[in-house]
């Protein structure tokens, strides 16, 4: 279900680059296309969770969204974390072929392993880093 979700993402993402730089001339230049896509991605992620969360427990969500802690705690990760990674994903698939740009973002867990060794200094074990390894040859 998730891959078949991010292929599409991308394949629509894909298309509307290739129509918009095919218009009447009137496409944006530089990077004005793919931050609009990008933020236009994020806004739809963030209304389809959110929606949902107003429906079931409108007091507890409004709660947390208006929790400083909470936005202060959140707010540059999912800045770098998740706008950035979207833009550089959708300017990737404006330079790319979309089966490049697929592929190397699937790689992302793999990765994530090495931050978490690295910088939180997690544990693993062999299989873990055994899926790692197999997923560096699956992306050659």
Do not use: C, K, N
């Amino acid at each position: 279900g998730a891959a078949a979700g991010q292929a599409a993402g991308l394949l629509l993402v894909r298309e509307a680059l290739l129509g918009a730089s095919a218009g009447d001339g009137a496409a944006a230049e530089g990077l004005a296309l793919p931050i609009a896509a990008a933020a236009i991605r994020l806004s739809a992620g963030a209304l389809a969770l959110l929606l949902p969360a107003l429906r079931r427990r409108p007091r507890e969500t409004v709660a947390l969204l208006v929790a400083r802690d909470a936005w202060r705690e959140m707010g540059l990760a999912s800045f770098v974390g998740t706008y950035l990674g979207i833009l550089a994903m959708t300017i990737a698939l404006d330079l790319a072929a979309t089966g490049i740009v697929s592929a190397l973002t699937s790689t992302t867990p793999l990765f994530l392993l090495g931050i978490g060794v690295v910088w939180l200094r997690e544990r693993h074990g062999i299989l873990s880093y055994g899926g790692v390894a197999l997923g560096v040859l699956g992306a050659i």
